[in-house]
């Protein structure tokens, strides 16, 4: 919401199994409408994102080390659900920790839905791979849960980094369940000033879609 009331859109990876009716997810699905009415995206992050959960599932992998029938099937049913329960055509892929592998290439060149992918394997015709990433929170193990934060002089350094290595864009993933979406929250504080720095450096923040019209 900060960022569209600075005018500009955010790209929301989802969880596919996340969307998986169980007669208490209207609202949900709500939610979800109402970020794509506001300008942002929604992006593919697997159907699972969980190692266990897909071998429960009979998955003998995600994507990194899956078989091609196991990874079209489960990067399809995710498209589809999104498209069933949210109404989005989703064009951009990110994998589960970003492990993708040959068999990921194949799959993507068979999958022309996807115009673009988040740390993907490149190398795919018709699929823009982008990857100029910096580190926009710092992240470790707290008392035995994996957690991440926002340091701000870290992220101007980082920012600063990125640009100079690309000028053209600049892919920030942050997982904010991870550090408390509050308002209040000191988090959420360093996130505003986070952007409000990037705006004074010429930032737009932009879907996958609308930065694919501008490189045409």
């Known amino acids: 919401a ?5 005018g500009g859109h955010a790209n929301i990876g989802v969880i596919a199994v996340s969307l998986e009716d169980d007669g208490t997810k209207d609202s949900y699905y709500s939610d979800i409408k109402q970020l794509i009415a506001d300008g942002n995206e929604i992006w593919n992050h697997g159907y699972y994102h969980n190692a266990s959960a897909a071998a429960a599932a009979g998955y003998s992998a995600e994507f990194y080390g899956g078989t ?9 049913k995710a498209n589809a659900l999104l498209q069933e329960k949210c109404g989005c055509t989703l064009i951009a892929f990110g994998a589960p920790g970003n492990r993708t592998d040959n068999t990921t ?11 673009a992918t988040y740390f993907g394997p490149g190398g795919v015709d018709g ?4 990857s100029n990433s ?6 470790g193990t707290v008392d035995g849960t994996w957690k991440t934060w926002l340091v701000y ?8 980094e990125a640009a100079a290595k690309n000028p053209d864009y600049i892919v920030m993933q942050s997982h904010p369940l991870m550090w408390g979406s509050d308002e209040n929250s000191i988090h959420f504080k360093i996130f505003k000033d986070q952007i409000d720095y990037m705006l004074s450096r010429g930032a737009r923040f932009m879907t996958a879609n609308e930065y694919l019209e501008t490189i045409k």
């Open 105 to 115: 290439k194949q799959v993507l060149a068979a999958t022309p839905q996807i115009k």
């Open 134 to 139: 910096m580190v926009f929170e710092q992240s």
């Open 127 to 130: 699929v823009t791979d982008l």
């Open 68 to 76: 091609y029938d196991e990874q079209k099937e489960q990067l399809d």
């Open 2 to 6: 900060y960022v569209n009331s600075k």
């Open 153 to 160: 002089k870290s992220f101007v350094a980082a920012y600063e």
